[in-house]
C-alpha cells in the first residue's frame, strides 16, 4: 500500500516541504490541505510589492496549476477541524476526513485581533493574507487619504512605506517605546524612526488604542489612550500573530507558544510532526525552546523534515536563523537572535548600519541595513564553530566584518 503524507497548512512552510520532499525522491501520495481558495502563495510582498502593483498575482503563486498535477499532489481547499489520532484521519469543515500514514503540521500564525470598540468597522484592515491584501488595495484606490497603522512592526512599517508612497497621509501608532521593539536593537529602531519621520510618517510611541470612531459603519478615527483623536478613512492594524496550535492542542500534543517538537521536529506523537511559524522548536548547543516567524526557518525546517520522511536521515535543525524587512528604500537584514543581548557596537557608513549584538560577550546576532555584505559575512560567521569577535574587538577602528570572517574561516580551515 502506497504510504500517503499530509499536510495541513499551504504557506511558505507547506509548500516548501511538498517540493522538497519530490526533490528528496518521495514516491508515496501527497496531500496538502489549505484552507485558502487558490495556489499556494508568498506572504512577504502582500505588506510591499502586491500592493503597489508591481507584482501581479502570477508571481506571487509558488508555483502554477501544472506544478501539482505534474507531481501528484492533491490539494484540498479546506479547514482542518480536528485530528483523530487513533484512526490516524483529518477531520475536515466540508464534512469528510482525509486518512495519514504520517501528518505534518504547517499552519503557520494567524493574525492577532484588536479589540477595542470599533474594530469591526469597514475599512480596518489586517494584513496577513491575499484577501486581506485585495482588501486593502481597494481601499487604496477608492478614496482613502488618510490612514492610521496600529502597531510599529514589520508589517505596519512596510505599509507605512507603502502608503507614503502613494501619497496618504500616514500615523503610525503604537504603546510600545520605539519601534520594532521586540525585533532589534535601540540603534536599529531609531535609524528606522528617522527614516519614516524624513518621509512624512507620524510616529506616536508609548499610545494605546482606546477606541476607533466611525460613522455610518465606516471608520472616521482613531481614538488613542491618552484621548487624542487622529482623522482616518482606513485603519490598519498590525499588533503582531498567535500561533495557529488549536488543532494540535485538541487532540492532545503538548502545546506552548506553539507545538512542541523536538530537535527533529516530531511531536510527542511518533507519526505527526510541525514545521513553521507553528512549532515551538529545540534550537543550538543548549537545546534552547524557540518559535520564529521567518520565511527562512519555515523553509529550512521542511527541508530538514523532507530528508527524514523521504530519506530516512536524521539530522537536527541547527540552521542559523536570518529575518528581512524592506521599508521604502531600506533594507533590514538579521542575523541570529538578539533576544537577551546587553551589549551592541554600531558600524556606521554614509548609507547603512550594521549593530553586532552579544549577550554576555559573545556575538548573537547582528543586524544589518543596506549593507548585505555584513549580512553574509555574519550568517557565515554564526553558522561556524570558530572564533567569533569581542565587543572590544568589534569597537576598534577599521574593523571590517566581512574581513574578520574571511580570516576566521581560513583559520578554521588550518587547524
Same mark, same amino acid.
Request: charge should be neutral; hydrophobic fraction near 45%.
Given at each position: 500500500?502506497?504510504?500517503?503524507?499530509?499536510?495541513?497548512?499551504?504557506?511558505?512552510?507547506?509548500?516548501?516541504?511538498?517540493?522538497?520532499?519530490?526533490?528528496?525522491?518521495?514516491?508515496?501520495?501527497?496531500?496538502?490541505?489549505?484552507?485558502?481558495?487558490?495556489?499556494?502563495?508568498?506572504?512577504?510582498?502582500?505588506?510591499?510589492?502586491?500592493?503597489?502593483?508591481?507584482?501581479?498575482?502570477?508571481?506571487?503563486?509558488?508555483?502554477?496549476?501544472?506544478?501539482?498535477?505534474?507531481?501528484?499532489?492533491?490539494?484540498?481547499?479546506?479547514?482542518?477541524?480536528?485530528?483523530?489520532?487513533?484512526?490516524?484521519?483529518?477531520?475536515?469543515?466540508?464534512?469528510?476526513?482525509?486518512?495519514?500514514?504520517?501528518?505534518?503540521?504547517?499552519?503557520?500564525?494567524?493574525?492577532?485581533?484588536?479589540?477595542?470598540?470599533?474594530?469591526?468597522?469597514?475599512?480596518?484592515?489586517?494584513?496577513?493574507?491575499?484577501?486581506?491584501?485585495?482588501?486593502?488595495?481597494?481601499?487604496?484606490?477608492?478614496?482613502?487619504?488618510?490612514?492610521?497603522?496600529? &502597531?510599529?512592526?514589520?508589517?505596519?512599517? #512596510?505599509?507605512?512605506?507603502?502608503?507614503?508612497? /502613494? $501619497?496618504?497621509? +500616514? !500615523?503610525? *501608532?503604537?504603546?510600545?517605546?520605539?519601534?520594532?521593539?521586540?525585533?532589534?536593537?535601540?540603534?536599529?529602531?531609531?535609524?528606522?524612526?528617522?527614516?519614516?519621520?524624513?518621509? &512624512?510618517?507620524?510616529?506616536?510611541?508609548? #499610545?494605546?488604542?482606546?477606541?476607533?470612531?466611525? /460613522? $455610518?459603519?465606516? +471608520? !472616521?478615527? *482613531?481614538?488613542?489612550?491618552?484621548?487624542?483623536?487622529?482623522?482616518?478613512?482606513?485603519?490598519?492594524?498590525?499588533?503582531?500573530?498567535?500561533?495557529?496550535?488549536?488543532?494540535?492542542?485538541?487532540?492532545?500534543?503538548?502545546?506552548?507558544?506553539?507545538?512542541?517538537?523536538?530537535?527533529?521536529?516530531?511531536?510527542?506523537?511518533?507519526?505527526?510532526?510541525?514545521?513553521?511559524?507553528?512549532?515551538?522548536?529545540?534550537?543550538?548547543?543548549?537545546?534552547?525552546?524557540?518559535?520564529?516567524?521567518?520565511?527562512?526557518?519555515?523553509?529550512?525546517?521542511?527541508?530538514?523534515?523532507?530528508?527524514?520522511?523521504?530519506?530516512?536521515?536524521?539530522?537536527?535543525?541547527?540552521?542559523?536563523?536570518?529575518?528581512?524587512?524592506?521599508?521604502?528604500?531600506?533594507?533590514?537584514?538579521?542575523?541570529?537572535?538578539?533576544?537577551?543581548?546587553?551589549?551592541?557596537?554600531?558600524?556606521?557608513?554614509?548609507?547603512?548600519?550594521?549593530?553586532?549584538?552579544?549577550?554576555?560577550?559573545?556575538?548573537?546576532?547582528?543586524?544589518?541595513?543596506?549593507?548585505?555584505?555584513?549580512?553574509?559575512?555574519?550568517?557565515?560567521?554564526?553558522?561556524?564553530?570558530?572564533?567569533?569577535?569581542?565587543?572590544?574587538?568589534?569597537?576598534?577602528?577599521?574593523?571590517?566584518?566581512?574581513?574578520?570572517?574571511?580570516?576566521?574561516?581560513?583559520?578554521?580551515?588550518?587547524?
Amino acid at each position: 500500500m502506497t504510504e500517503r503524507i499530509v499536510i495541513v497548512g499551504a504557506g511558505q512552510a507547506g509548500f516548501q516541504l511538498v517540493l522538497s520532499l519530490r526533490l528528496a525522491g518521495y514516491g508515496g501520495a501527497i496531500v496538502l490541505v489549505g484552507d485558502e481558495p487558490g495556489l499556494p502563495y508568498q506572504r512577504p510582498p502582500l505588506s510591499k510589492a502586491y500592493l503597489l502593483d508591481k507584482l501581479p498575482l502570477s508571481e506571487l503563486v509558488f508555483r502554477p496549476e501544472d506544478f501539482f498535477v505534474e507531481n501528484r499532489i492533491q490539494r484540498i481547499a479546506a479547514t482542518a477541524t480536528a485530528i483523530d489520532r487513533k484512526s490516524r484521519r483529518v477531520l475536515l469543515d466540508r464534512g469528510d476526513a482525509v486518512e495519514y500514514d504520517r501528518l505534518v503540521l504547517a499552519m503557520g500564525a494567524y493574525r492577532r485581533e484588536l479589540r477595542v470598540e470599533g474594530a469591526d468597522l469597514e475599512r480596518v484592515h489586517g494584513l496577513a493574507t491575499l484577501g486581506d491584501a485585495d482588501r486593502l488595495k481597494s481601499a487604496l484606490r477608492n478614496g482613502c487619504r488618510q490612514t492610521v497603522i496600529i &502597531g510599529a512592526g514589520f508589517i505596519g512599517l #512596510e505599509f507605512a512605506s507603502v502608503a507614503r508612497h /502613494l $501619497g496618504l497621509d +500616514v !500615523t503610525v *501608532v503604537d504603546a510600545a517605546s520605539r519601534a520594532m521593539v521586540r525585533a532589534v536593537s535601540p540603534a536599529v529602531s531609531a535609524y528606522f524612526e528617522a527614516h519614516h519621520s524624513q518621509q &512624512g510618517t507620524r510616529l506616536l510611541f508609548g #499610545e494605546g488604542v482606546g477606541r476607533i470612531t466611525g /460613522l $455610518g459603519g465606516t +471608520v !472616521t478615527g *482613531v481614538e488613542t489612550s491618552s484621548g487624542q483623536l487622529l482623522p482616518a478613512d482606513c485603519v490598519v492594524t498590525g499588533i503582531g500573530v498567535i500561533p495557529n496550535d488549536v488543532l494540535a492542542r485538541d487532540c492532545g500534543l503538548e502545546v506552548d507558544n506553539g507545538i512542541i517538537v523536538d530537535g527533529q521536529l516530531a511531536t510527542g506523537d511518533q507519526n505527526i510532526f510541525a514545521i513553521g511559524d507553528c512549532c515551538n522548536f529545540l534550537f543550538g548547543p543548549a537545546g534552547t525552546r524557540c518559535r520564529l516567524e521567518s520565511v527562512q526557518n519555515a523553509t529550512d525546517q521542511a527541508r530538514l523534515l523532507a530528508a527524514r520522511l523521504a530519506k530516512g536521515e536524521h539530522a537536527q535543525y541547527s540552521a542559523v536563523p536570518w529575518f528581512w524587512s524592506d521599508q521604502g528604500n531600506l533594507k533590514l537584514q538579521i542575523a541570529g537572535l538578539a533576544a537577551g543581548c546587553d551589549e551592541f557596537v554600531e558600524l556606521r557608513e554614509a548609507n547603512g548600519l550594521s549593530v553586532l549584538c552579544f549577550r554576555k560577550g559573545v556575538l548573537a546576532a547582528v543586524e544589518s541595513i543596506n549593507r548585505p555584505a555584513d549580512h553574509m559575512a555574519a550568517r557565515r560567521l554564526l553558522a561556524s564553530v570558530g572564533r567569533r569577535p569581542t565587543p572590544a574587538e568589534a569597537g576598534r577602528d577599521g574593523f571590517v566584518l566581512k574581513r574578520f570572517t574571511a580570516d576566521a574561516t581560513a583559520q578554521n580551515m588550518t587547524e
